[in-house]
T-cell receptor, first 115, second 109 residues
Framework: DTEVTQTPKHLVMGMTNKKSLKCEQH?????MYWYKQKAKKPPELMFV???????INESVPSRFSPECPNSSLLNLHLHALQPEDSALYLC??????????????FGPGTRLTVL | DAKTTQPTSMDCAEGRAANLPCNHS???????VYWYRQIHSQGPQYIIH???NNETNEMASLIITEDRKSSTLILPHATLRDTAVYYC??????????FGQGTELSVKP
């Protein structure tokens, strides 16, 4: 199984809502990533988890809260988002975060709209 | 991580080779060249990577100049399904994947 799955595919939320994005992989990868991609822009790294511990936070606002409950799962909890947070949120995984052959496998993304 | 420069867009005829250039003149000795692509409405997909030797896999070939200041990704027989944004990324061992603007490749029948 070389797939990264993300749920939901689409999410519409109000600025006062709390929601969560889910990501799952069963490739035995020990590094997992969250990226944000605005329309017609490249993906931007948000967070990196290595062996279930947060290793990189790219100065992301606290309204985004990542969680890695186990080595296969990655969540992104959302609270009090702004309309400018509307974007495609991509999850990725790799064997480890510090290896040469750090091929990252990406999920299809969750399209988030904040009203 | 070194910065890369790619053409904004390119066209290629179906069945012909697509040659996508990338400049990375400030690349350091320990930095690798990675290529990913993103088909519309999908997540990015890894294609190939290299340090200084040319590399080939089932998807593409990567040609890196001797001075390592530029590289070319070659899709030998482009199909309509190769239409995508192609990202050239320079990354140090263990470093982050930082995407640039990429090249939008359109394969036309």
């Amino acid at each position: 199984d070389t797939e990264v799955t993300q749920t939901p595919k689409h999410l519409v939320m109000g600025m006062t809502n709390k929601k969560s994005l889910k990501c799952e992989q069963h490739m035995g990868h020990r590094a997992m990533y969250w990226y944000k991609q605005k329309a017609k822009k490249p993906p931007e790294l948000m967070f990196v988890y290595s062996y279930e511990k947060l290793s990189i936070n790219e100065s992301v606002p606290s309204r985004f809260s990542p969680e890695c409950p186990n080595s296969s799962l990655l969540n992104l909890h959302l609270h009090a988002l702004q309309p400018e947070d509307s974007a495609l949120y991509l999850c990725a995984s790799s064997q480890e975060s510090g290896r040469e052959t750090n091929e990252q496998f990406f999920g299809p993304g969750t399209r988030l709209t904040v009203l | 991580d070194a910065k890369t420069t790619q053409p904004t867009s390119m066209d290629c005829a179906e069945g012909r080779a697509a040659n996508l250039p990338c400049n990375h003149s400030t690349i350091s000795g320990n930095e690798y060249v990675y290529w990913y692509r993103q088909i519309h409405s999908q997540g990015p997909q890894y294609i190939i990577h290299g340090l200084k030797n040319n590399e080939t896999n089932e998807m593409a070939s990567l040609i890196i100049t001797e001075d390592r200041k530029s590289s070319t990704l070659i899709l030998p027989h482009a199909t309509l399904r190769d239409t995508a944004v192609y990202y050239c990324i320079v990354r140090a061992f263990g470093g982050k994947l930082i995407f640039g603007q990429g090249t939008e490749l359109s394969v036309k029948p």
